[in-house]
C-alpha cells in the first residue's frame, strides 16, 4: 500500500454455524489512511551514485554510503592491480607474500602498498581498514617506503593480542580499541600543522597520552602487514587531505508516479566545526521542465518542501574553510501526501512582454490541481472581448516567432481539470520594430588623398541609433545625419620624422626585423616602410604578419635611396581588425638594421589610429628572427619598422552596414543590410610644354598639356588665365606673345645674401665663369660686400682665355654690406654658349664673399650658368686661378631674345579633382623681336614706281620684305 494513500473495507465475521455479522452495513464503508513515509531518499552508495557529483564532490561507499568533499588522495582500489600514483613490494622477497587487489579491496600479506607523493603535516589521513590477529600490520605515515623513521601508524607491532594501537617510530603507544579486529572500521589519523598527532576510530577521538612525537618533514602514506603467510590486512578505501574548499553534489530526479504534496525533508550529516552544507530543492510536473525550475532552499533539517509536483530534485552545496575536514551527508529523505482532489489554482501568471518583432515570445502559466489540469493557451486580437484557442499550445509554455502583426495581441492560459477550470490572467504583447536602414556616401566620386562622409538614411526621425559600419562601431546617429568622415591617404607611425640613433648596424648575419603595432580603427594596411642607413645595402624584401605567425602578405623593395625612409606597397592592400596586434618585418639580405635601444622599454608611439606597443603589451617590441621568417624574438629595442595604413579600401571604397540598433535594443543585422561604394578618382597632373620654343613677338604661342595622371578634358590656369577643355597632347593657344627683355643675375634676387666675410689681407681679384643660352649685353657687375670698410673696388668681364678686359667700372663703397653695382660706361654684346669671366677687385685688407665649395658644380638660373669660379691673388688682373668656392659675383645680363615663361598653377580634372602648386609646372618660350626698317633715300622728291630706293633694315636682319605703290620686292641685305 502507498504511503498517504485512503484505504476503504468493511469487516465481516462468521462462526461454524455459517452466522455472519458485517460492520457496517453495505454500501457503508470504514476507511483509514496509510501514514506518509519517506517518497524519496538517498541512503546507500548506490542511491548517491544515481546522482550527480562536480569536481568538488565524491560519493564515499562505505558506512552504507555519504557524499563528502574530494580530498586530494582517495582510492577506492576498484581495479585489479596496483592503482595509478602508488607502488606495492614484497617485504624481504618472502615466499608467499601478495598483495591482491578484489571487490574494491586491497589486501596485503608479507608485503605493503605506498603512495609515491609526498604529504606535509596538516594533512589528514582517513582509511577503512579491517585488522586480524596477524602482527605487524600498519596504516598511516612513513618516513620513506622502506618504512625508515619517522613513522606514525594505526595497527598492531609484535605483542600478539588482540589489539589496535596508535604507534610511532619512538616505541610510544597507545590503545585504541580490543574489539576492533576482523571488521572494518573508519580510522583517521590527523597530522596537525604543528607536527603532532591525534587519533580516531568511527569518527570518536581517541585519547592517546603516550604519543608525544612529532614530525616536521614530508612523509608518505604506507599499508602495511609483516611477515607472509599469516592473516592478511584489507583495505577498502583510503583518502587523505586537504579536502576541497567546495563542492555540490545533484541527486537523481525523483518520480513519484502523481502529483503529491512534498512535506518534510530530513537529513542525517556530519558538519564538523568551521564545514556547512545546504540542501536545496526543486520541483516540477515533468522530468524536463523541473531542470530549468530555481532551487530552493530548505532552511532546516526537517524543514517543509511545500511544493506539489510529481517530480522532485535536491542539491546539497558542501564547504569548508578548513580544509582538514569536509561535511558529509549520511542520508536524506522527503515525505509525501497524496493531495485531494481539487479545482485548479493559477500559481503563474503570464507576463507582459516587450520585444522586438521577429524575436521569440515566450509565455508561461502554471498551477495546481488534482487532478493535474490540462491547459489551453488562448489568444485575444481585441483587448479581450473575444478569446480563440491556439492548436497545439497545451504545454505550461508557449513560444513563437513574433511578426509585426503580433504587436497588442494578448494570451492566456486556462486550465482545467474534472473539479474545474480556471483562466490565468492576460498578458500583451508589445512588439517594437526591427530597426530598418541605408547608408550613402555624401560624395560618390572624391579625389585620392581626399576627404568624404556617410550618412544614415531611412528609419524613424525619432530614433538614434547604433551602426557597425566595416566592423567599426558608431553611437546615437540620427536619420539623415553625416556620422563619419574618412580619408583615403595614407597614414603611418612615424611619417618622415624618424631619427634612429644607429641608422646602421649589423649583427653580420641576414636578419627579420620588425615592429608590433595595433590600429584602433579597422582599415587596410597598403604597405610598409623602413628606415635605411647608408650601409644597409642588399636585397630588401616586406611582410605582414598576425600575431598567430601567418604571412598576411610580402613585397620586395625596388627603386631604394641611398638612405632614409623606403616604401613599398603591397599588390592588394590587407584587411586589418581594430585593436588586434600584427606584425610589420622587412627581411634584411645582409644584415643590416636601424635601432635605437630600449626605445620601447616605457612606452609606444601613436600616431592618429596607430601605435606601436611600448614592449610588454603584448610580449616584446620590437622583435627579430636571425635568417628571416617570422619574427619571435625581441626586447624592447625600435628597429624602425612602419606601416602604410588607409582606413578604407582606396580602390574605390565599399562600405558595408552590418548592423543597426535602435534605442529599443531592437536590432537588425545583415550581410550586409546596405551597402555604398565611392569612386576614388585620381588628382590631375602633367608637363606643360612649349609647341615651339622660339617664336616671334606678337605670335600666338602655342602651348601642350601632357597629362600624367587624371582624365580630362582639363582645365587649365597658366599665368593667371583659365583654359578650359584641354586635352592631353593636344596644344592650345596662349595668346601672343610679347618681347620684353630679360635683365637678370645668376645669384643676385631680393633676400638672397652672401657667403661670410673672408680675410686674405692681401688684395685680390674674385671672379666667376659663366655663359648665357642666348646672344645678349652685359651691361655691370654686381657683387656680395661684407663688413662696413670703405673701400675703392673695380670691376671687370672678360672673355675667357683673353687677359684683356672687355670693359671695367669703379665703384667706391660705402660703409653697409650688401649687394653692390658697378655699371660699365657702355654694355658689352656676348655670344650666347661663349664663356665670359665676370670679376672685381678687392683692395688690401681683401675682405670679401665667400661660401666654401659653392661652385664645385655649375648653377643655371633661367639664361645663365655660373660654371666655375676663379681668382687673381695678389694683386689685380685676369683671374686664372681655378676654384670651386662661390665668391658671390654676378653679372648684370640683359637679353637680346625676351624669354616668356609659362606657371601652370592649377589642373581640374573631369572627375572633379584638383591639383594646384607653385608652380605645378613650368615652361619658357624665347621671343624674338619683329623688325622695325628704316627707309633713307637719295631721292629729295615723290617716290614713284620704278624709282631706285634704298632702304635700310635693322643691323642683322636679313631677308625680308617691303611693300611701295603695290610692288612687293625682296630685300637682301
Known sequence: MSSGTVYYFRVTSADASANAETEPEAPGTLQFMMPSGPCASDITAADFNAGTTDAGTIVIPDNNGSVSLKPAVTEEFSGSSVPGGWSDAIWDGQSGAITTYSSGQVTVNGSHLSYNTPVSPGTTLEFTATFTAGNFQNIGFTGDAAFNNPWIVIGRGGAGDNNVYARTSNNQSDLLGSDLLNTPHLYKIQWLANGSFSFYVDGVLKSTPSVTQTVNTNMLIQISDYPAGGVELGVDRICATPYANNGSFTSRIFDAGVPKNWGAASWNADTPSGTSMQVSVRTASSAITILSQPWTVIATNGGSVGATAQFIQYKADLATSNTAVTPVLSDISFTCSTPENTAPVVTTDPATQTLCAGSTAGFTSSATGNPAPAVQWQVSTNQGNNWSDIPGAVNGTYSFVTANGDASKQFRAVWTNTNGTQNSAAATLHLNEIPQGTIAAVNSTICTGGNDCLATGCGEWWCAYTMVVNGNTYTNVNPGQTFTSFTTGEQSIWGSSGSPANPSVTDNQAIEIGTKFRSAQSGYITGIRFYKGATNTGTHIA?????????????????????????????????????????????????????????????????????????????????????????????????????????????????????????????????????????????????????????????????????????????LTVNGNTYPGINSDQPFNAGNAVYAPVSMGIFYGPGVTGGSQNVDNTSTELGMKFHASVNGTISGIRFYKTGTDVLNYTGSIWLNGNTTALATGAYTSDNTNGWKQIDFASPVSITAGTTYIVSYFSPSPGYYAYTANGLAAPFTNSLLTAESSCYNQPGTGYPASPSVAKYWVDPVFTSATAISVFNLTDISSAGGCTNSGNPVSTTQVLVNAVPHPAISSSVNTPVCTNTNVVYSTEAGKTNYQWILDGMKEQITR
Open 543 to 715: 611582410t605582414l604578419w598576425n600575431s598567430a605567425g601567418t604571412s598576411l602578405a610580402t613585397a620586395t623593395f625596388t627603386a631604394e635611396t641611398a638612405s632614409g625612409w623606403q616604401e613599398v606597397r603591397f599588390n592588394t592592400p590587407v584587411a586589418i581588425q581594430a585593436n588586434t596586434t600584427y606584425i610589420a618585418s622587412y627581411y634584411s639580405q645582409n644584415g643590416y638594421f636601424a635601432i635605437s635601444q630600449n626605445f620601447f622599454a616605457g612606452a609606444g608611439v601613436t600616431n592618429g589610429p596607430l601605435t606601436a606597443l611600448q614592449a610588454g603589451v603584448d610580449g616584446a617590441n620590437g622583435i627579430y628572427k636571425y635568417g628571416g621568417g617570422f619574427p619571435d624574438q625581441g626586447g624592447n629595442a625600435n628597429y624602425w619598422v612602419d606601416v602604410l595604413y588607409s582606413p578604407v579600401n582606396c580602390s574605390n571604397p565599399v562600405f558595408d552596414l552590418t548592423s543597426i540598433t535602435a534605442t529599443t535594443g531592437c536590432t537588425n543585422t545583415g550581410n550586409p543590410l546596405s551597402s555604398t561604394t565611392v569612386t576614388i578618382s585620381t588628382p590631375p597632373n602633367g608637363i606643360l610644354t612649349a609647341v615651339n620654343p622660339t617664336v616671334c613677338e606678337n605670335l600666338p604661342v602655342s602651348l601642350n598639356f601632357h597629362a600624367t595622371s587624371g582624365t580630362g578634358p582639363f582645365t
